[in-house]
């Protein structure tokens, strides 16, 4: 009896061996990957385009008419982070949102250079469309974008709307051992894929209140994120980071220090990647403009997802009060 049951433990433990074998190596051959074409056929919906600056193809939504609004998103996200918040400002401004390389739909065949290059396209991508001035909405890495960008024209840049900006490297944070032995098994076997419930367990550790995510958003993370290829282009833009940007003992405080154009900070208390200590700091580093902070105490790294009624309106109102004298 004892030996039947060994050899049926035994046996069991061998399918389930092979199995997880086999799953790694089909994973590992790309064929868990969504296609890029399926993709940006499901997720370049109206009004999204793409526009070519030089040989980066962009992937842009623009809406509305009236002063001109640039959003940024962060790192691993793209475009649709903004969805509320721009259907709220294009009743009243021009909104115009792009997936900066390597994330969402846009393509870039370039090596990534890290944050300066996106700076560099953007630079590119304003003269092209005959952009004069304008307000950058940034979060996290976008905000940090934003920032070397106003830095370096300031002539153009007529507000700065930040969400949870790191203007240093991160600190180190700790998720939860779900994400972690997904992370490992990423770095280490899967390089090129990671499946629907690391990022329904990520998103829902980067939001102050998990019930908060919506299915939705789940899917287009996961979407986005997994077409082939994307991952080896995200570790190249990481690395290009480390040596352009978070290498320097100051991060981005030298722009920092540099930007004259008023800005809205806006944090969430709970995050936690970017923690709430790190706002007296990042406010410090703008000797030559006035900062307006706006804390949330139950929201995480996305305050535009989590809460973005509230967080939109704040917005608006800040935008509104630079437009003041070009509104109706």
Sequence with gaps: MIKRILKWVSGTLLVVFLVFIGVLVSMRAGMWN??????KQKHAIAPSKFVKV??????????????????????????RIYDDWANRLKTDYRVIRIDWPPYGLTTD????????????????????????KFTLVG???????????????????RALALSTLPLSAPPTSEPPFIVTMVQYFHQNWVPNYLPRFYYESSLGWLYGVSSRLKPETVTWYYETNNTPGKFAQV??????????????????????????????????DIDPVLPIDLVPGAVAE???????????????HYPMLELPDETGKDLKDFIDQIHAQELP
Excluded at 68 to 74: E, K, Y
Excluded at 111 to 128: D, H, N, T, Y
């Design 34 to 39: 969504p296609a890029f074409e399926d993709v």
């Design 54 to 79: 030089g040989d980066t193809t962009l992937h842009v939504r623009d809406e509305g008419e009236g002063p001109v609004i640039i959003m940024l998103h962060s790192s691993m996200t793209n475009l």
């Design 109 to 132: 065949p370039k090596p990534s250079i890290g944050m300066p290059g996106v700076v560099a396209l953007l630079e590119k991508f304003v003269e092209q469309e005959g952009l004069d």
């Design 139 to 157: 979060s996290s890495s976008g905000s940090t974008i934003s920032v070397l960008y106003a830095a370096s024209h300031p002539e153009q840049v």
């Design 235 to 268: 570790k190249q833009y990481y690395q290009a980071n480390v040596k352009a940007v978070w290498s320097k003992a100051d991060g981005a405080g030298k722009e920092a220090a540099q930007v004259t154009a008023p800005i809205l900070l806006q944090w969430g």
């Design 286 to 300: 703008f000797e030559n403009t006035d900062v307006k902070v706006i804390h949330y105490p139950d929201v995480g």
